[in-house]
């Protein structure tokens, strides 16, 4: 009989695509482990190995794991599972008496977190769970972040900022560094944000929460007045691009002179809708 550690046994479950291997691997090792440490392999399974359902029957039925278990004395299994965009191990979890409910802000992080990552396509079926659990996208980290915050500097794809807006989150949440999501349109991953979230006057009035600055780019920081609007923003890293222009890659320069002069011709464009 193979005997594996503890660590040994968790590194299996994240590389193997066998389920078998893994089944046999757990069974054999199961008396060497304590409670605990069947709850944390029943955590690593299902983070990383939705469908090995008979696996995570073994640990639990054999083997007494806690579906209630916290990862590093924290995050449920249940949302590390959300967080690892596995959809089948949370409807698992859920039937094992597992709760999607929310009481520790540390567990939205694994929301958060599927909103940076991933496209909207990938991260539907987990959102119908979620959201089917009242499970709502308009919360605030303990870093200060958001959804929206963390989707719209990380994220390449816009239809995950357009869900997050069609779920009416607050755009206007300030970071640590004093930011809303729509200072961070002109340097996000995903083109063509500033459609969707630079939309009305209180949008281009928006302020930063203090005096600050922004390095969008290296070396090319963007000083801003605690109370400069979003219009004189722009204007402010339109300046700050020219200034640093020969520190600049061509089209690092480029891409976003061109898009900060675009996003002022879409403030110039609802300015001027307001004023008929």
């Known amino acids: 009989m193979q005997r594996l550690t503890f660590q040994d046994l968790k590194r299996k479950i994240r590389i193997s ?46 083997g007494g794991a806690d579906i209630h278990f916290k990862k590093e004395g924290s995050i449920p299994i249940i949302f590390c599972a959300v967080g690892a965009n596995k959809p089948q191990a949370i409807q698992y979890a859920l039937k094992k008496g597992a709760k999607l409910s929310v009481d520790d802000p540390d567990y939205l992080f694994a929301i958060a977190y599927i909103f940076k990552h991933h496209r ?71 083109p063509n944000l500033y459609k969707d979230l630079i939309t009305t006057m209180d949008d281009i009035l928006i302020k930063p929460k203090f005096t600050t600055s ?30 640093n222009r020969h520190r600049m890659y061509d089209d690092i320069f480029e891409k976003y002179y061109y898009r900060l002069h675009i996003i002022a011709e879409h403030i110039s464009a609802i300015r001027s809708k307001m004023e008929q």
């Open 17 to 62: 695509q066998n389920p078998d291997e893994v089944i046999a691997s757990i069974g054999q090792n199961l008396d060497l482990l304590s409670r605990d440490e069947r709850s944390e392999l029943l955590c690593e399974l299902l983070e990383s190995q939705e469908t090995f359902i008979e696996a995570a029957e073994l640990l639990i039925e054999e």
């Open 214 to 243: 922004m390095e969008p780019v290296f070396e090319c920081v963007i000083k801003v007045d605690g109370e400069s609007t979003f219009e004189e923003f722009i204007y402010e890293a339109l300046n700050a691009f020219l200034e």
């Open 120 to 190: 909207l396509a990938a991260i539907t079926d987990v959102l119908i769970i979620l959201i089917e659990h009242n499970i709502h996208f308009n919360f605030v980290l303990a870093s200060q972040d958001t959804p929206l915050l963390l989707a719209t500097r990380h994220n390449n794809n816009r239809e995950v900022v357009q869900f997050l807006l069609s779920e009416e989150v607050n755009k206007y949440v300030y970071d640590e560094d004093g930011f809303t999501a729509i200072h961070y349109v002109p340097f996000a991953k995903a």
